[in-house]
């Protein structure tokens, strides 16, 4: 990692450059943060030049065009061509280490995306945070880390974004300051531009696994028990309605992906999503992808206007990636009219805060309908709610499966199948817990047996 400045107190400690004045004029005013700069960034900042002009170079020099039709070797050898007669035309000889990693980075930027494609090639980093074009931070195994990874400047990292946004038919800037996209692998991408972020673009990949978790997977991880498991995996093969509830990065959509692995290969699923990213392992499957509105304002496809229209292209099931407004409505309404076997995500801490959030987002309608009808939809509509979180040491964790099992008065009803009990700390920062069952039986047994899923009556036995 790269410190951006020395502190005057550190500069006997520190390889420093001073700019600006020098001599006694420089002696009679006392020196600043940004009269010093290390010598390793005034190195870096040296190369990014250096790429920023063979960069220009080559893309005068390349038929932009054409460029994707060309087979991959042959590009390489026509960019070190460039590289070389530029070099030898400016003077400035490289060690071949660092000329043949210089070629790497501009066929990046022309064809990839810059100083991101060896992140994304990283397969131990499940997300990539650009805070600003000089420094970028990634998680792996469940932890923050910084990168020495940075953008030549501002314009450099907003010419990025748009090669991501505009490769869908998207767009960002003043007008519409922020856009969910996804790169042609599935990764899911955030941005965020000026004014509306104020330090610079911001932009947010959750990378996209190019294995899929399944649930022996998951299990085998620690993310919950083998006896758990079984039963998702009965709740998907009767078809049972299942919201999976949790925080940001507790792995609600990789849990999502596991469970659909269940649905037979002979139904017809249709998924709906902002920006696609489900990895359905069934050969029938339409996706369905919302669109933001065009420049002038209109055009917009929404998820409400997916699900509504879902419904008439004869779904066997509806999966919506994440709720989070009006289309909530609609989803509660495939459940309880025949559309049986949907599952979809939300963001909640809670399987009881989870509801909370459903009710809310169906008030997003503008209609007023009564709390207790609400709770009606929901409570006839979901059978169980998947409660997902990431702990303090990083390790994603099923916190809980709870099935809803009515209604009392105006309170939706659940209880516990299974819970994650924590029991401490190891040594190491390691959160200890158990996943373990309540003690209580679904009531949905009768169901899930007529629907031919043979569960151990065992597996519910309170453990001592």
Same mark, same amino acid.
């Given at each position: !990692?790269?410190?951006?400045?020395?502190?005057?107190?550190?500069?006997? *400690?520190?390889?420093?450059?001073?700019?600006?004045?020098?001599? *006694?004029?420089?002696?009679?005013?006392?020196? @600043?943060?940004?009269?010093?700069?290390?010598?390793?960034?005034?190195?870096?900042?040296?190369?990014?030049?250096?790429?920023?002009?063979?960069?220009?170079?080559?893309?005068?020099?390349? /038929?932009?065009?054409?460029?994707?039709?060309?087979?991959?070797?042959?590009?390489?050898? &026509?960019?070190?061509?460039?590289?070389?007669?530029?070099?030898?035309?400016?003077? $400035?000889?490289?060690?071949?280490?660092?000329?043949?990693?210089?070629?790497?980075? %501009?066929?990046?930027?022309? #064809?990839?995306?810059?100083?991101?494609?060896?992140?994304?090639?990283?397969?131990?980093?499940?997300?990539?945070?650009?805070?600003?074009?000089? /420094?970028?931070?990634?998680?792996?195994?469940?932890?923050? &880390?910084?990168?020495?990874?940075?953008?030549?400047?501002?314009?450099?990292?907003?010419?990025?974004?748009?090669?991501?946004?505009?490769?869908?038919?998207?767009?960002?800037?003043?007008? *519409?300051?922020?856009?969910?996209?996804?790169?042609?692998?599935? @990764?899911?991408?955030?941005?965020?531009?000026?004014?509306? @972020?104020?330090?610079?673009?911001?932009?947010?990949?959750?990378?996209?696994?190019?294995?899929?978790?399944?649930?022996?997977? %998951?299990? +085998?991880?620690?993310?919950?028990?083998?006896?758990?498991?079984?039963?998702?995996?009965?709740?998907?093969?009767?078809? !049972? /309605?299942?919201?999976?509830?949790?925080?940001?990065?507790?792995?609600?959509? $990789?849990?999502?992906?596991?469970?659909?692995?269940?649905?037979?290969?002979?139904?017809?699923?249709?998924?709906?999503? +902002?920006?696609?990213?489900? *990895? !359905?392992?069934?050969?029938?499957?339409?996706?369905?992808?919302?669109?933001?509105? $065009?420049?002038?304002?209109?055009?917009?496809?929404?998820?409400?206007?997916?699900?509504? /229209?879902? %419904?008439?292209?004869?779904?066997?099931?509806?999966?919506?990636?994440?709720?989070?407004?009006?289309?909530?409505?609609?989803?509660?309404?495939? #459940?309880?009219?025949?559309? +049986?076997? @949907?599952?979809? $995500?939300?963001?909640?801490?809670?399987?009881?805060?989870?509801?909370?959030?459903?009710?809310?987002?169906?008030?997003?309608?503008?209609? +007023?309908?009564?709390?207790?009808?609400?709770?009606?939809?929901?409570?006839?509509?979901?059978?169980?709610?998947?409660?997902?979180?990431?702990?303090?040491?990083?390790?994603?964790?099923?916190?809980?499966?709870?099935?809803?099992?009515?209604?009392?008065?105006?309170?939706?009803?659940?209880?516990?199948?299974?819970?994650?009990?924590?029991?401490?700390?190891?040594?190491?920062? &390691?959160? %200890?817990?158990?996943?373990?069952?309540?003690?209580?039986?679904?009531?949905?047994?009768?169901?899930?047996?007529?629907?031919?899923?043979?569960?151990?009556?065992?597996?519910?036995?309170?453990?001592?």
């Amino acid at each position: !990692m790269f410190r951006n400045f020395t502190r005057p107190s550190d500069v006997s *400690q520190a390889k420093v450059v001073p700019l600006g004045a020098t001599g *006694q004029a420089a002696r009679a005013s006392a020196p @600043s943060v940004a009269d010093y700069v290390t010598t390793e960034e005034r190195e870096l900042v040296k190369r990014l030049e250096l790429k920023s002009r063979l960069h220009d170079a080559v893309l005068d020099r390349l /038929n932009l065009n054409v460029i994707e039709k060309v087979d991959a070797e042959d590009l390489r050898r &026509e960019v070190t061509a460039l590289v070389s007669q530029v070099l030898s035309a400016e003077n $400035t000889p490289l060690p071949a280490a660092e000329f043949k990693s210089i070629v790497e980075e %501009l066929l990046h930027e022309v #064809m990839g995306l810059g100083p991101l494609e060896p992140l994304l090639a990283d397969p131990t980093i499940n997300d990539i945070l650009v805070n600003g074009y000089r /420094n970028v931070y990634v998680e792996r195994f469940g932890v923050l &880390e910084k990168v020495p990874t940075r953008f030549r400047d501002e314009r450099h990292l907003l010419r990025i974004i748009d090669k991501i946004v505009s490769r869908i038919g998207r767009r960002v800037d003043e007008s *519409q300051p922020w856009v969910d996209a996804r790169l042609e692998d599935g @990764s899911r991408v955030n941005a965020i531009i000026r004014p509306c @972020s104020i330090d610079g673009p911001s932009m947010s990949i959750r990378k996209f696994a190019k294995k899929p978790y399944t649930m022996e997977r %998951l299990v +085998d991880t620690g993310a919950l028990s083998p006896k758990a498991a079984q039963l998702l995996k009965g709740l998907v093969q009767a078809r !049972m /309605n299942v919201l999976i509830s949790g925080g940001t990065g507790s792995g609600k959509t $990789t849990m999502l992906n596991a469970m659909s692995s269940f649905i037979d290969e002979r139904e017809r699923i249709v998924t709906i999503e +902002d920006a696609a990213e489900l *990895q !359905m392992q069934q050969a029938h499957v339409v996706r369905l992808e919302t669109r933001p509105p $065009t420049p002038t304002g209109g055009g917009a496809v929404t998820q409400r206007d997916l699900v509504r /229209n879902a %419904l008439r292209m004869r779904p066997d099931r509806i999966i919506v990636g994440e709720v989070r407004g009006a289309e909530t409505f609609d989803m509660l309404q495939a #459940m309880n009219t025949g559309h +049986d076997g @949907s599952m979809t $995500t939300v963001h909640a801490n809670t399987a009881r805060d989870a509801l909370g959030r459903l009710e809310q987002m169906v008030t997003m309608m503008g209609v +007023d309908f009564p709390l207790s009808a609400i709770r009606g939809q929901i409570a006839s509509g979901l059978h169980f709610v998947v409660q997902l979180s990431r702990l303090a040491d990083g390790r994603r964790r099923v916190m809980s499966v709870s099935e809803i099992t009515g209604m009392e008065g105006n309170v939706i009803t659940m209880q516990d199948i299974f819970v994650y009990r924590k029991k401490g700390r190891s040594e190491s920062g &390691e959160v %200890l817990g158990d996943f373990v069952p309540t003690g209580l039986r679904p009531r949905c047994a009768d169901q899930l047996a007529a629907a031919g899923v043979d569960l151990d009556a065992t597996a519910f036995i309170a453990e001592r």
